[in-house]
Nanobody, 118 residues
């Protein structure tokens, strides 16, 4: 069984910064991609940032230049550095990992709340 444990959410003022972290543990192997998604009430979960095993990154247009995703292969962790936070970044942020050989297995964290408000 795979577990994803997220940390780092909270309340921050507009313009502030937060760093989210996610640690994967358990029977996880051959990680393909690690990513962060976010979701607000009544809306679909959306991709925020993704990083491949080769280090290639993808960002949502709304966070480009403000957020940075990184991963530690040895520790199976992925982090999201969020700078210049805006009220519209308020959401529950979910860690996602795709792993496996041949058949891709998707695993999700429980989510962590990020609130940007003055």
């Amino acid at each position: 069984q795979v577990q994803l444990v997220e940390s780092g959410g909270g309340l921050v003022q507009p313009g502030g910064s937060l760093r989210l972290s996610c640690a994967a543990s358990g029977s996880i192997f051959n990680i393909n991609t690690m990513a962060w998604y976010r979701q607000t009430p009544g809306k679909q979960r959306e991709l925020v940032a993704r990083i491949t095993s080769g280090g290639f990154t993808t960002y949502a247009e709304s966070v480009k230049g403000r957020f940075t995703i990184s991963r530690d292969h040895a520790r199976n962790t992925v982090s999201l550095q969020m700078n210049g936070l805006k009220p519209e970044d308020t959401a529950v942020y979910f860690c996602h990992v795709a792993y496996g050989l041949g058949v891709v297995i998707n695993s999700w964290g429980q989510g962590t709340q990020v609130t940007v408000s003055s």
